[in-house]
């Protein structure tokens, strides 16, 4: 199996200085992450809302309201393991599955082995893409791990196509110690916004609809047409 190919915004730590990654990217490059990372996202929302959320629940929601279709062109924004990938391949899209992070990619062929899928490796604050690619993007909380926020939000309004769909799952700014904590460089360099913040970085963009348990949030925004 052939690796995944490069775009132009290839990972590069050594020359990185002029886009340095936090701790939590960082930490994605090691391969016992990615191992891990499967088991670990299928408990997650369980463990961050407090209730039970399984990953079918999280598909069931955002079918519900992006009803991917036959045909459209999507990114999954921070593929990881390939959870939103895989969905989108199950829909009949087709779909760029984007990562910084190769054995995160590696491991999400290995569970996502759809041929609609192209895996690519690229930091999406700057992917080198071109304008308007897509007719949908999912972000799977990728928002909280990317040092430059601002930016990645920018890039994914640039690449999606007008009256396209963004799908965000993020954990929201709670105020709490933890999240300090995990905010500072050493521990994470996590960031957990607030969503009339995130609505600022996308003028172009309306949210048509929200929903959130505990920390965590899902957001549809729809760009102008």
Not at 219 to 224: A, F, K, S, T, V
């Amino acid at each position: 199996m052939p690796a995944p190919r490069h775009t132009k915004e290839t990972l590069n730590l050594a020359a990185g200085a002029a886009r340095p990654l936090t701790l939590a990217q960082r930490s994605n490059l090691l391969a016992p992450t990615a191992w891990g990372y499967a088991a670990w996202r299928a408990r997650s929302l369980t463990w961050l809302t407090g209730q039970p959320f399984a990953l079918e629940r999280e598909a069931t929601l955002f079918r519900a309201l992006c009803r991917p279709r036959p045909g459209e062109r999507w990114l999954d924004a921070g593929t990881s393991t390939g959870f939103y990938a895989g969905i989108l391949a199950g829909a009949g899209c087709e779909v760029v599955a984007a990562d910084l992070s190769p054995p995160m990619l590696a491991a999400a062929r290995r569970r996502v082995p759809e041929p609609a899928v192209d895996w690519l490796l690229t930091n999406l604050e700057a992917s080198g893409l071109p304008v308007a690619s897509f007719s949908g993007i999912t972000v799977g909380a990728t928002l909280n791990e990317t040092r430059a926020p601002d930016r990645f939000l920018a890039e994914l309004q640039r690449l999606l196509r007008p009256g396209g769909t963004l799908w965000l799952m993020y954990l929201v700014r709670t105020g709490g110690p933890l999240q300090a904590a995990l905010s500072r460089p050493a521990l994470g360099g996590l960031t957990f916004p607030d969503p009339a913040w995130v609505a600022r970085q996308l003028p172009a963009c309306t949210r048509t609809h929200a929903a959130r348990w505990g920390a965590v949030t899902f957001e549809r925004y729809e760009r102008g047409r």
